[in-house]
Every structure is written in structure tokens, then in C-alpha cells.
């Protein structure tokens, strides 16, 4: 059984009529994971996720499971979580840790979660963010893990304006990815 911490996992049911609901409105994703899906490119990836805890990002998280990739993830805003999109990927047994109206020590403590929780604990190896939180957090405070990342994807100009600092300043380790510029 996974580990996650959601405000109630009792909301699993509704999120994931939900993200059934979005599917139909997210075809890109669809024919990814039917075109790739058998193939697995993704097998081997590990994936920390720090992005909104949304029904739209649930349908992504969905997609790279189907795709191999095993994800475990958090949010990047305490007040972003929709609680029954967290619930639902809980229930699917991917590692969550978000809720709407985490405390700023519980957003630090949901980000570190990510990290360690894949199987057999081995490392994350690739980054998904959104404002630069889980990248910072890994550079910063768990250099060990550097070796291993293949990268980093990023959403926001913030996040990105940060990568582009920390590559000026000598410290960014590991290739990024400006998603908003691709």
C-alpha cells in the first residue's frame, strides 16, 4: 500500500468521476497513453511531482503511470489542492501528499515526502515542477540525490527566472526545461 496524506481519502469516489469526467476533455494525454501506453517509454522513471493537486494534473498523473513512470507527488500552493482530485490518485496507490489549506510547514514537510517515497526507496530521477519549491528543496538540501536526476521540467516564469539564476550562478545542476517557452 502506498503512502499519501489527504485531507480525506473518503473523496476518492468523486475524484475520480471527476478525473473520468476530464478525460474526455484532455484528448492529448488520451492518445498518449493509448498510442504509448503498451510500450511503456516511461519504465524506470521516477517522477516528483510538485505541481497544483488538481483534477487536470490527476489526469497527467494518470498518464505517466500508464506510460511507466512511477510519481509520487505534492502540491506547489497550499491553497490550490482540490481535495477529491488528491483523494483519488491516493486511491490508485501513487504516493500524495496534499491538501487545501496546508500550513506553510506542511507544504515544506508534503514536498520532502516526495522524495522518499518510491518503491524499494530508491531516488527520484526526474523533476516535474511548478515555482521552483522541489527543485530548490533538492539542490539545496539533499545534494545526494543530484547523481541520479535526469532533469527538471518547469511551469511557471518564476520557477524558470530561478533556474536561470541558479545556471548563471554555477548551481544548477542537472538540465531544465522551460515548459512555458517549449
Known amino acids: ?44 522513471a521516477r517522477i516528483a511531482g510538485c505541481l497544483h493537486m488538481t483534477i487536470q494534473t490527476a489526469v497527467l498523473i494518470e498518464t505517466l503511470t500508464a506510460l511507466g513512470a512511477e510519481v509520487s507527488w505534492s502540491s506547489c500552493n497550499i491553497f490550490s489542492t482540490q481535495d477529491h482530485a488528491a483523494a483519488a490518485i491516493a486511491a490508485t496507490g501513487v504516493p500524495v501528499f496534499a491538501w487545501k ?6 507544504y515544506l514537510w508534503c514536498i520532502d515526502q516526495t522524495l522518499s517515497a518510491f518503491k524499494d526507496n530508491k531516488p527520484l530521477n526526474m523533476i516535474l515542477d511548478d515555482g521552483g519549491d522541489l527543485t530548490t528543496l533538492v539542490h539545496e538540501k539533499y545534494p545526494q540525490y543530484m547523481a541520479d536526476i535526469k ?32
Open 151 to 182: 532533469g527538471v521540467s518547469e511551469e511557471t516564469t518564476t520557477g524558470v527566472h530561478h533556474l536561470y539564476k541558479m545556471f548563471a550562478d554555477g548551481k544548477l545542476k542537472v538540465p531544465a526545461i522551460n515548459v512555458n517557452d517549449s
Open 101 to 106: 489549506g496546508e500550513t506553510d510547514e506542511e
Open 1 to 44: 500500500m502506498s503512502n499519501f496524506k489527504v485531507a480525506d481519502i473518503s473523496l476518492a469516489t468523486w475524484g475520480l468521476n471527476d478525473i473520468e469526467l476530464s478525460e474526455n476533455e484532455m484528448p492529448g494525454l488520451m492518445y498518449l497513453r493509448q498510442k504509448y501506453g503498451p510500450t511503456q517509454p516511461l519504465k524506470g
